[in-house]
Nanobody, 122 residues
Framework: QVQLVESGGDLVQAGGSLRLSCAAS????????MGWYRQAPGKQRELVAT???????KYADSVKGRFTVHKNNSKNTVYLQMNTLKFEDTAVYYC????????????????WGQGTQVTVSS
């Protein structure tokens, strides 16, 4: 089964930086996309950034220019470099991975990590 383990969440001052890491254990499954979502208290979970195995990225408008997602495909590890952090970035950050089975038909399955807390003070 696919398991995701996040790390790197911490307390940080506004304007500071933090890097999150997520390692996926897929045991023979092909992962084609990994990324990060976040959920603040009282709010819905939202996409932060995703990246495909081909390197295509997607970012929430609120983090463009401040956050960067990158990966190591061979290790099924994804990173989120967060710079110029704001109080509004405070949330639980969840790692996301999507597996794909290509035969007999293409089938996708999403998986979530347990989350890591990022708290930005001001």
């Amino acid at each position: 089964q696919v398991q995701l383990v996040e790390s790197g969440g911490d307390l940080v001052q506004a304007g500071g930086s933090l890097r999150l890491s997520c390692a996926a254990s897929a045991r023979g499954f092909e992962i084609d996309t990994m990324g990060w979502y976040r959920q603040a208290p009282g709010k819905q979970r939202e996409l932060v950034a995703t990246i495909t195995n081909d390197g295509d990225t997607k970012y929430a408008d609120s983090v463009k220019g401040r956050f960067t997602v990158h990966k190591n495909n061979s290790k099924n590890t994804v990173y989120l470099q967060m710079n110029t952090l704001k109080f509004e970035d405070t949330a639980v950050y969840y790692c996301y991975a999507r597996t794909v089975i290509r035969n007999p038909v293409r089938t996708y399955t999403g998986y979530w990590g347990q989350g890591t807390q990022v708290t930005v003070s001001s």
